[in-house]
């Protein structure tokens, strides 16, 4: 039996340094890739498959604060092309490029949770070993 990932790490590599993120809560990652069952006549069911090309997007959750380890809005503004990192702890490591802000939202609750969901598109995803 394998071990279960119980840890994730995240790495930004940008015009403000290289460093390891420590205030995101969540991410959830989209790749926008797909395989398509084609058809062909005469041919019953399926005929072959087609892979189309994508690159996806990644949501952050992070926690605002007064100073931020990242600014996102300024990174969207300034339009930067950045890269991302996630490592799992006994796990792979995946570094996706040619990353850009898309969107930056914030959300404040009553019970004092203030976070900004930031939006990020990246263009290619590759496996990277392990540190």
């Keep these: 039996m394998s071990t279960l990932t119980s840890q994730s790490m995240f790495y930004i590599d940008f015009s403000g340094g290289n460093f390891q993120l420590k205030r995101v809560d969540t991410l959830d990652e989209d790749d926008d890739s797909t395989t398509e069952v084609k058809t062909a006549v005469g041919v019953t069911g399926g005929a072959g498959n087609i892979d189309k090309e994508g690159g996806g997007s990644l949501k952050l959750e992070v926690f ?14 300034s339009k930067e092309y950045f890269s991302f990192s996630i490592q799992d702890v006994n796990g792979p490591r995946w570094k996706y490029l040619g990353c850009r802000v898309s969107k930056v939202t914030r959300k404040d609750d009553s019970q004092g949770k203030h976070m900004d969901t930031v939006d990020i598109t990246w263009q290619r995803r590759v496996p990277q070993v392990a540190a």
């Design 64 to 77: 605002r604060e007064s100073v931020p380890e990242v600014d996102w809005r300024l990174l969207k503004i």
